[in-house]
């Protein structure tokens, strides 16, 4: 049930001004004196007499009737009256809105968005903002952002709703909610009402603080799109490329498009329903870097466009170049067995002239700028940070166990390893001090760690806390796998035998000239500026759109790069009516958020209509005249 509430009862006082206005009716009438023809008219004016005192002529006069209810009518606005919802009233109201890929995907009869759905939901609570109510919007994809703080700026919160817009990136709920909850550490929040296709995973890792009311948008569930595009090095200049397209609910055809560089090389018609994705391959010759892009164009409506481009960057055929410390024999030797590589220094020249940029470090000396590489394997060597962490004690060690899915330790076993110098953590420290500096222990020892990896944007290091030399390990078949393995994850990380399509949020760091800016051009008007690092490594390029990017020196194009979607559950467009969080399950609200209902708007309309009436009736023709 509805009741009737005001906002600004303090403006009560207005009703006061209906008193003057009644004095103002209860004054005697000020005759003018007329000359007339007949003393007929005289019983006219005792009768006047008679209706002249005050109550009887403030029951006649429809004049001051209509302006005490105009004047009621405004002071009424002025209180601000409403209809109360359903739900006990919030003052402070925190939306997160959804904007994630499948957010776009359109309905076939409306032509709507489900973003643009919410879009109307959330302008119809603006609406209905009550004077002593405060609302934040915070949109989520794979990161949150907050679009306004909490406030009553109705004109704010429309801007930011109406500027808001897609992304073409997966949804991440928990950050929304993370959000919501930092802010509710500095205003009360009880309730967060959340706007979104239900396009997430069903068990959410988040501990609620305050209760969700789940505002599911409709479901669209027609719609086809590219969920993997990769290539397979076959040879020095052969590459397989490799796709999968896949269609939600309805079988649909289309047209499948292949462009190297821009220009169209394969063409052919499929039709892909739910049970039966297509498969599509094919082997193309790369010598030069190269840009595939694979282009889906239905033949029916298709909801979603964002997954119907992929893109996939094959580098230029080259070995690898690979930087080896020149006393590190063993290592040496097993590099001599493998194909598509070069190695430095070659014998016989300064290890200091092998400077600049590799693709793989081996070496048993601390990191240097004089040279880098996106993959690095030392020996020997305890991280300058962790120094007075772990030390290296002259006595023997023994492997306990070892991460065995590590890529750099795939297939190799290291049991019964005789090790002569002993890693030990120093007094009162353990395994969490080393993550916590980021480093995870891929060997563990008796005493310490006997081999760590430390992960980062621009790099992936490995460290191997002993000196090989001193134990049995290069004896070991597991030793030349070892050697192979960081191998093969360098050619991957170089791309040099297999590559995949980049997926849209951050473009690989590109090799450019050091410490200089560069413009970043890409869809949907983006248009950015970074600067590369020291080892000229231009790093975080943002791609929140699919398509390509221009990275520019000036007015020259440098590079070209493209971000796809690439993300099966995105273009499925799945919808989960039920979001299980750590401690309980939130289900989709049956009906949308009831919400105040502020009167003042029609109470001024009311108003004016008064007036307006007011007006005709005292400035229309009086009866009985003609016009001339």
Not at 415 to 425: R, S
Not at 568 to 580: C, F, G, H, V
Request: net charge negative; hydrophobic share 40%; aromatic share 8%.
């Amino acid at each position: 049930m509805s009741w009737l509430g005001f906002q600004a009862l303090q403006y009560s006082w207005l009703f006061l001004l209906l008193i003057p206005l009644i004095l103002f009716y209860f004054l005697k009438l000020k005759r003018p004196q007329q000359r007339i023809a007949s003393l007929v008219l005289w019983q006219q004016v005792l009768d006047d007499q008679r209706v002249n005192s005050p109550f009887q002529r403030f029951k006649r006069n429809i004049l001051l009737l209509l302006q005490l209810l105009l004047l009621t009518l405004l002071i009424l606005a002025a209180l601000q009256p409403f209809f109360t919802g359903g739900a006990e009233r919030a003052r402070y109201i925190p939306i997160v809105i959804d904007t994630s890929a499948s957010m776009g995907a359109i309905d076939a009869e409306t032509g709507e968005s489900r973003l643009d759905v919410a879009r109307k939901r959330i302008i119809e609570m603006i609406d209905s903002l009550t004077i002593d109510q405060q609302m934040s919007l915070v949109a989520v994809d794979s990161s949150a952002r907050r679009l306004t703080d909490f406030t009553n700026d109705k004109r704010m919160l429309r801007n930011a709703i109406n500027d808001l817009e897609v992304v073409d990136l997966p949804g991440k709920l928990e950050d929304g909610l993370r959000m919501v909850q930092a802010m509710s550490r500095t205003v009360p929040v009880e309730e967060v009402i959340l706007f979104s296709d239900g396009n997430f995973p069903e068990q959410i890792n988040f501990e609620l603080p305050y209760s969700v009311n789940y505002q599911q948008l409709p479901q669209i569930t027609t719609n086809l799109g590219i969920t993997s595009f990769n290539a397979q090095r076959v040879d020095d200049d052969s590459w397989d490329l490799f796709a999968v397209i896949e269609a939600s609910r309805e079988t649909i055809g289309a047209d499948l498009k292949l462009l190297e560089n821009g220009k169209e090389i394969d063409s052919s018609p499929i039709l892909v329903g739910e049970e039966t994705p297509h498969r599509f391959g094919v082997r193309v010759n790369v010598s030069n870097e190269t840009q595939f892009e694979l282009q889906l164009v239905p033949k029916q409506h298709d909801c979603l466009a964002a997954d119907n481009r992929a893109f996939l960057m094959i580098p230029r055929t080259r070995a690898l170049r690979i930087f080896v410390d020149p006393e590190m024999v063993a290592y040496r030797h097993v590099l001599s067995s493998l194909e598509r590589i070069e190695v430095y220094p070659t014998p016989g020249t300064n290890p200091e002239t092998a400077a600049g940029d590799f693709d793989l470090i081996i070496s048993r000396e601390p990191p240097t700028t004089l040279r880098s590489a996106p993959l690095e394997f030392y020996e020997n060597q305890i991280p300058s940070d962790l120094e007075t962490l772990v030390t290296v004690q002259e006595d023997q060690a023994m492997v306990i166990d070892w991460f065995r899915t590590s890529p750099l330790l795939e297939h190799v076993l290291l049991q019964n390893l005789l090790i002569n110098q002993e890693p030990a953590y120093a007094e009162d420290v353990g395994e969490k001090e080393l993550r916590d500096l980021g480093y995870e222990i891929l060997v563990h020892g008796q005493k310490g760690p006997l081999m760590l990896q430390q992960k980062s944007i621009e790099r992936n290091r490995y460290f191997m806390l002993f000196d090989s030399g001193q134990s049995t390990f290069p004896f070991r078949i597991g030793f030349p796998i070892m050697v192979t393995n960081v191998v093969q994850e360098a050619m991957e990380v170089a791309g040099l035998s297999q590559a995949s399509a980049v997926k849209t949020g951050v473009l690989p760091e590109q090799l450019v000239s050091r410490e200089t800016e560069y413009g970043i051009e890409g869809p949907r008007g983006l248009n950015r500026t970074l600067s590369s690092d020291s080892h000229g490594l231009l790093a975080g390029i943002p791609a929140p759109y699919v398509g390509e990017y221009e990275i520019r020196d000036g007015s020259d194009v440098i590079a070209r790069r493209g971000a796809s979607l690439i993300d099966p559950r995105e273009s499925s467009l799945a919808a989960n009516d039920k979001i299980q969080f750590d401690e309980l399950p939130v289900s989709a609200a049956s009906a949308q958020v009831d919400t105040d209902r502020p009167l003042w708007r029609y109470l001024v309309f009311g108003a004016f209509g008064f007036l307006m009436l007011e007006w005709w009736f005292f400035q229309r023709r009086p009866t009985g005249l003609r016009s001339t």
